[in-house]
Structures are given as structure tokens and as C-alpha cells.
């Protein structure tokens, strides 16, 4: 069988403030393979495509809004158990919370903002991984 890809994005804060080195080196460091890589504006057509799951949630629009502030690296990783273990790395959603040792736990924080701005995005099973790479890699 194939090696399991996900689509991982540094959000715009995680550009913003510098970090992407960081949380390549962190996801290189565990022995994922880089296999794309691109910088990009999402704009908000992707964007309500990549969060339909979440449409209608408080957290939606600004979420959307936060999204669209800036530059985001798209990844596409490849590995076996990438998705889990990606998300293993990643920490839990809310950055305050996120375990120490993860990159949300490390290096993200609430700023008392309406959205969690939590650095990173990771797939979060095998059929969301082929629509998300289907939609930032075509
Ligand atoms: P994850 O990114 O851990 O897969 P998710 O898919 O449930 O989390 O939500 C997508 C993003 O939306 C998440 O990274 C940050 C934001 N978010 C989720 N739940 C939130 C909440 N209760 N309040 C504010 N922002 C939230
Ligand atoms: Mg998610």
C-alpha cells in the first residue's frame, strides 16, 4: 500500500511570527517526508471549501477572517500514520491546553481573540486528507 499523505498549512500566524523553520524542523525532526511545499493567500472560495465542516459555527467567520490575513505554507507530508502522528505533534486545538513538547503547547497562546490562532492545521482522517490535498495541490 501507499505511504499515507496529509495536508499540513502554517497558518498566518505561524508565518507571521516567524515560526515556520521551527515547525518544519519539528515535523523533519520526527522523519515525515516534505513531499510539496508552497506559499500561498488562500482566498475565502478555498477557504469555505477547506472549513464546510465548520459553516455555521461562532467561530467561523473569524476563523475565515484570520485565514485570509496573510501568507500560509502549505504542506504535503507523507508517512506512515502521518495523519495521527501529525496531529500528535500538532497538539490539541486550544492552545492553552495543547501538552508542552507539541507545537500548538510550545508555541502558541490564547490572545483572547474570537478565533484560536493555533499555528498549524493537520488532516484529521484519510478522507479528509484527499479532499484537503485535492483542494490546496489540485
Ligand atoms: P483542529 O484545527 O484542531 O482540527 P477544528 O477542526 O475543530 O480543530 O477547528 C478548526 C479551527 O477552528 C481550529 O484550529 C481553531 C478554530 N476553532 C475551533 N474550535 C474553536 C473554538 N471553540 N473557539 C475558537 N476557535 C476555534
Ligand atoms: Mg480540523
Not at 500528535?88 to 508542552?100: E, R
Not at 508555541?107 to 483572547?112: H, I, S, V
Request: aromatic share 6%; hydrophobic share 40%; proline share 5%.
Amino acid at each position: 500500500t501507499a505511504v499515507e499523505e496529509t495536508l499540513v498549512l502554517i497558518k498566518p500566524d505561524g508565518v507571521a511570527r516567524s515560526l515556520t523553520g521551527e515547525i518544519l524542523r519539528r515535523i523533519e525532526a520526527k522523519g515525515y517526508s516534505l513531499v510539496d511545499l508552497r506559499m500561498l493567500q488562500a482566498d475565502r472560495d478555498l477557504l469555505a471549501q477547506h472549513y464546510a465542516e465548520h459553516e455555521g459555527k461562532p467561530f467561523y467567520e473569524p476563523l475565515v477572517e484570520f485565514m485570509e490575513s496573510g501568507p500560509i505554507v502549505a504542506i504535503r507530508l507523507a508517512g506512515n500514520r502521518v495523519i495521527e502522528g501529525f496531529r500528535s505533534l500538532a497538539g490539541a486545538t486550544d492552545p492553552t491546553t495543547a501538552a508542552p513538547g507539541t507545537i500548538r503547547g510550545d508555541l502558541a497562546r490564547d490572545w483572547g481573540l474570537k478565533v484560536q490562532q493555533n499555528l498549524v492545521h493537520g488532516s484529521d482522517s484519510p478522507e479528509s486528507a484527499q479532499r484537503e490535498l485535492a483542494l490546496w495541490f489540485g
